[in-house]
């Protein structure tokens, strides 16, 4: 089975233009068939005033399709505490979720300035 009832995911929703803004959702599998995933977790947004990506406090539930290809579903190690992460956005505009402990990832897609 690709994906089991408490996985715990990240949710990347691809850009389809270039002015688009990276959308994430992290949460944790409830039910999966055939493609298809209910998750409850967090919807991270960017802070325009801020330039920064903070998680929303509100609990929402999913359904997600992993087959559809307008998502990138990543499977995290089931001992990260989905309530420690925060993303991260660095001078270069480097996107990094992390729980501030042992997990790290990167998640920038494209990078400004210097080639």
Same mark, same amino acid.
């Given at each position: 089975?690709?994906? /089991? !009832? *408490? ?6 929703? $691809? $850009?389809?233009?270039? !002015?688009?803004?990276? @959308? ?5 599998? !409830?039910?999966? /068939?055939? *493609? ?9 947004? @960017? ?11 509100d609990l929402r ?6 087959? &559809? *290809?307008?998502? =990138?579903?990543? $499977? =995290?190690? $089931?001992?990260?505490?989905? /309530? #420690?992460?925060?993303?991260? #956005?660095? @001078?270069? #505009? &480097? ?8 997990? !790290? ?5 494209? @990078?400004? *300035?210097?080639?």
């Amino acid at each position: 089975m690709i994906l /089991e !009832e *408490g996985d715990k995911v990240l949710v990347c929703h $691809r $850009r389809l233009f270039p !002015e688009d803004h990276q @959308r994430f959702f992290t949460g944790v599998v !409830e039910a999966y /068939e055939s *493609g298809v995933a209910r998750v409850t977790g967090r919807s991270w947004i @960017r802070d325009q005033l801020r330039g920064t990506l903070a998680g929303k406090s509100d609990l929402r539930t999913k359904v997600v399709s992993v087959i &559809a *290809g307008n998502l =990138l579903v990543y $499977r =995290l190690d $089931r001992q990260v505490d989905l /309530e #420690q992460l925060t993303l991260t #956005q660095d @001078r270069d #505009q &480097a996107v990094k979720l992390t729980d501030g402990a042992d997990f !790290e990832m990167d998640l920038t897609d494209r @990078r400004m *300035g210097k080639v």
